[in-house]
């Protein structure tokens, strides 16, 4: 039985796995100015971090969480996993190895 490439349906693990992996990877992206400021406080402060960086921390949080809460970012990143398994399934190429630039003969 062949998988349908168009095919919506999603999997236990796509919708409680893949799918929060992108969204975390997305979020930090979109809150990489906090993450910044979070990781020089802590290479800043080194041992005292966790008193000296909680507002940095707050404020990552904060970003992350809103992004986590957001029905529209999840569909957003589920509508880019659905796309990226749909070529997967045309092709049969992880989207990893179809990014990869090939090799060149010198």
Same mark, same amino acid.
């Given at each position: 039985?062949?998988?349908?490439?168009?095919?919506?349906?999603?999997?236990?693990?796509?919708?409680?796995?893949?799918?929060?992996?992108?969204?975390?990877?997305?979020?930090?992206?979109?809150?990489?100015?906090?993450?910044?400021? *979070?990781?020089?406080? $802590? &290479?800043?402060?080194?041992?005292?971090?966790?008193?000296?960086? %909680? +507002?940095?921390?707050?404020?990552? #949080?904060?970003?992350?969480?809103?992004?986590?809460?957001?029905?529209? *970012?999840?569909?957003? $990143? &589920?509508?880019?996993?659905?796309?990226?398994?749909?070529?997967? %399934? +045309?092709?049969?190429?992880?989207? #990893?190895?179809?990014?990869?630039?090939?090799?060149?003969?010198?």
């Amino acid at each position: 039985m062949a998988l349908d490439p168009a095919e919506q349906h999603l999997r236990h693990v796509e919708k409680d796995v893949l799918i929060p992996k992108i969204m975390r990877e997305k979020a930090r992206e979109r809150c990489s100015e906090q993450v910044q400021d *979070f990781t020089k406080c $802590c &290479k800043d402060s080194g041992i005292l971090m966790v008193v000296k960086c %909680r +507002k940095e921390n707050s404020a990552l #949080k904060e970003c992350l969480t809103a992004h986590y809460n957001d029905p529209a *970012f999840y569909e957003e $990143c &589920k509508m880019e996993y659905l796309k990226e398994r749909e070529e997967f %399934r +045309k092709t049969g190429i992880p989207t #990893k190895k179809r990014l990869q630039k090939l090799p060149t003969s010198t």
